[in-house]
C-alpha cells in the first residue's frame, strides 16, 4: 500500500474543506453578522493510527474508502449549542458536498462524557485523473465540548485508552459541568438580548413621544 498516494486525496479534501468552512465566517463578518462559526480546524489521520482502526475493527485495505470515514477530519467549533444548528443548516444546503450519515453525540452524549454533533459527507476530489469520491467526518461542537474533549483526549494517551473507574467518574462529572457552563453562557446571552430589546423598544417610544428623530443610530 502506498499510503502517500492513498492520502493525497484526503490531504486535498481537508485543505480545501477547511478553506470553504473559514470562509463561510469571513463571510458573515463582511456582512456585519454573528458567525455561527468560531472556528475551523482539520486533520488527515496519520498512518499509524489508521492501521490501528483497521486491526481494531478488522477493515481490510480493499475495504479502506468505504469502511474508514474519518480519515479526513474537520472540526468547526461555534460558541452556543444552538450554533450547531444553524452549521448542520448550512452543511444540509451545499451543493458540493452531501451528508450521508449523522450522530448526534450532543443529545446522546458518548458514556464517556463526550459531546459532539458529528457529520459524515461525502466529497468529490478533482484530481488529475477525474474526480474522486472521498468521505470526511466534521465534529461539530461548542468551545466548552472542545476543552473538555481535548484534555479528555490526551489523557487518554497516558491511560491508552482505559481509565481507571474513580478517573472515569470525575471526567463525566467534567463534562456534565462543561455543558452547564454552555447552558449558563446561553442564558447570559439571552438575558442580553433581552435587555437590549427592551432598550431599544423604550428609546423608540421616547422619541415618539417628543417627535424627535435624531437619534437615528439603532435604525
Ligand atoms: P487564525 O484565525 O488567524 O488564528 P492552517 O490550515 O495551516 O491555517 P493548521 O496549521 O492546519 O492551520 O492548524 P489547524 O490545527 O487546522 O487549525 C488551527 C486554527 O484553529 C488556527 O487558526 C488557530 O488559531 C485556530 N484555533 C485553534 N484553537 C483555537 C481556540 O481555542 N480558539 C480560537 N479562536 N482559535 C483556535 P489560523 O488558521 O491560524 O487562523
Ligand atoms: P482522532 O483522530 O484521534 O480524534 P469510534 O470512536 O471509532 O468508536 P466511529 O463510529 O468511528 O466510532 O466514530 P464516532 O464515534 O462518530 O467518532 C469517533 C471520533 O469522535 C473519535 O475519533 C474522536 O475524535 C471523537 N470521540 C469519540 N468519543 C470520544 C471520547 O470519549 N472522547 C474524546 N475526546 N473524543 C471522542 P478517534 O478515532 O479517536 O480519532
Redesign the pocket.
Known amino acids: 500500500m502506498d499510503w502517500e498516494v492513498f492520502l493525497d486525496p484526503y490531504i486535498q479534501a481537508v485543505g480545501e474543506l477547511k478553506i470553504k468552512f473559514r470562509g463561510i465566517r469571513k463571510q458573515f463578518l463582511k456582512q456585519n453578522r454573528y458567525s455561527p462559526i468560531e472556528f475551523v480546524t482539520g486533520?488527515v489521520?496519520p498512518v499509524e493510527?489508521i492501521k490501528e482502526?483497521m486491526a481494531l475493527?478488522g477493515i481490510k485495505e480493499e475495504n479502506l474508502i468505504q469502511d474508514m470515514?474519518?480519515i479526513a477530519?474537520l472540526r468547526i467549533m461555534v460558541q452556543f449549542v444552538d450554533d450547531v444548528n444553524e452549521v448542520l443548516e448550512l452543511l444540509r444546503h451545499r451543493q458540493d458536498m452531501k451528508i450521508v450519515y449523522e450522530?448526534d453525540?450532543i443529545s446522546n452524549l458518548?458514556s464517556?462524557?463526550?459531546r459532539?454533533y458529528?457529520v459524515v459527507i461525502e466529497y468529490p476530489v478533482d484530481t488529475i485523473n477525474g474526480q474522486q469520491l472521498i468521505f470526511a467526518?466534521i465534529?461539530i461542537r461548542t468551545l466548552a465540548m472542545n476543552f473538555?474533549?481535548?484534555i479528555?483526549?490526551s489523557l487518554?494517551y497516558k491511560y491508552h485508552g482505559e481509565f481507571p473507574e474513580d478517573i472515569k467518574k470525575r471526567l463525566e462529572i467534567t463534562s456534565k459541568i462543561a455543558f452547564q457552563l454552555d447552558e449558563e453562557m446561553r442564558q447570559i446571552r439571552d438575558d442580553i438580548t433581552e435587555a437590549q430589546l427592551f432598550y431599544e423598544s423604550e428609546k423608540r417610544k421616547r422619541n415618539n413621544g417628543t417627535g424627535n428623530s435624531d437619534d437615528t443610530d439603532d435604525f
Open positions: 486533520r489521520k493510527s482502526k475493527r470515514q474519518d477530519g450522530r453525540y458518548k464517556s462524557g463526550y459532539s458529528h467526518e465534529q473538555w474533549a481535548t479528555e483526549h487518554n
